[in-house]
Nanobody, 127 residues
Framework: QVHLVESGGGLVQPGGSLRLSCEVS????????IGWFRQAPGKEREGVAL????????HYGDSVKGRFTISRDDAKNTVYLQMNSLKVEDTAVYYC????????????????????WGQGIQVTVSS
């Protein structure tokens, strides 16, 4: 059974850094692309970063380009989202997810194409 669990969220000051982790089970990372999304109160879910099933072609949303980095460790079945130079507007619940199909990668990221989701983790950027 596919299962995703996020960790690493919390409270950080503007300009600070956090690293989120998404540990997966029930499949291997070389079969599914993994996307990070976020949702702030009153806003639609937004695609943040995507890494393909091959580990290549990292893709980022315009609002995080140059600040966030997605990576993965196949031995740990874990995908990471390194977030630097955090801004107040990065405050949201962050989710990792897999698309409906294996060996599927497409941009831009559309949340309705993703069917397996973690429970989400809160990231708050505030002074």
């Amino acid at each position: 059974q596919v299962h995703l669990v996020e960790s690493g969220g919390g409270l950080v000051q503007p300009g600070g850094s956090l690293r989120l982790s998404c540990e997966v089970s029930g499949f291997t990372l070389d079969t599914y692309s993994i996307g990070w999304f976020r949702q702030a109160p009153g806003k639609e879910r937004e695609g943040v970063a995507l890494i393909s099933y091959s580990g290549r072609w990292p893709h980022y949303g315009d609002s995080v380009k140059g600040r966030f980095t997605i990576s993965r460790d196949d031995a740990k079945n874990t995908v990471y989202l390194q977030m630097n130079s955090l801004k107040v507007e990065d405050t949201a619940v962050y989710y990792c997810a897999t698309p409906r199909q294996s060996y599927y990668y497409t941009t831009p990221m559309r949340s309705d194409e993703y069917t397996n989701w973690g429970q989400g983790i809160q990231v708050t950027v505030s002074s």
